[in-house]
């Protein structure tokens, strides 16, 4: 019996948050494939990587060729290497997940084949992505509890209300506006920028920086 050929991928889950029917939601860019197999089927990003650079460095790279996109967060999720993962030969996929603040979103590439679509309710996806992407949703939603990683989300200036936003979007609830103002204030992340957000009716909100962006996106 042959040996069935195997081959090494990097493919990344990319999360960003724009408006749904009103309401502020976790998207994630799909690339469509252009061949067999699952001609036609929505994908995650990703590709080969070259001889001469890191993982980390494929990853970044081919969600810059497939989608435009450069990360604010990138960190690796798992390896997915089933026998059988919907191809003819095996793959083994190392997955990253990153995301990307709301404005950068927006310069995803002009692509018929590369579009957003919210995480509940994506279209039938090729191989086992609809598994992967499940995992990088419960690594999101736990990382949410013990670090600062909505701040990858928003832009460099942002106001109470957005936050609250980004993580309402991700855990698929409601907050308490005042239990959430107290429990951000009191972690120290956050610092006032002395300016107010434009365009805002009667008392604009004031705008914050993240005093953990830094260290978060190292």
Not at 126 to 135: I, L, P, R, T
């Amino acid at each position: 019996m042959a040996e069935q050929p195997v081959s090494v991928a990097v493919s990344t889950v990319i999360f960003g948050i724009q408006e749904h029917d009103g309401t502020a939601k976790v998207h994630l860019p799909l690339v469509r494939r252009v061949r067999e197999p699952h001609l036609g089927r929505w994908a995650l990003p990703g590709g080969p990587f070259r001889p001469d650079e890191s993982l980390r460095a494929a990853a970044r790279r081919n969600l810059a060729d497939t989608t435009g996109l450069d990360a604010a967060h990138l960190e690796q999720l798992y390896t997915f290497g089933a026998v059988d993962r919907g191809a003819p030969d095996r793959v083994v996929s190392i997955v990253y997940w990153a995301l990307v603040r709301t404005e950068v979103a927006a310069t995803t590439r002009a692509d018929p084949n590369v579009a957003w679509f919210p995480v509940d309710a994506l279209p039938p996806l090729a191989f086992d992505h609809d598994e992967v992407v499940g995992w990088a949703v419960r690594r999101l939603k736990n990382k949410l509890g013990y670090t600062q990683i909505s701040h990858a989300l928003l832009p460099e200036e942002f106001t109470l209300g957005q936050l609250r936003e980004v993580h309402e979007a991700i855990l698929g609830r409601r907050l308490d506006p005042a239990n959430f103002r107290r429990r951000v204030e009191a972690s120290g992340t956050l610092t006032p920028t002395g300016a107010h957000q434009a365009g805002a009716r009667n008392r604009p909100p004031a705008l914050f920086r993240s005093t953990a962006r830094e260290e978060l996106l190292t």
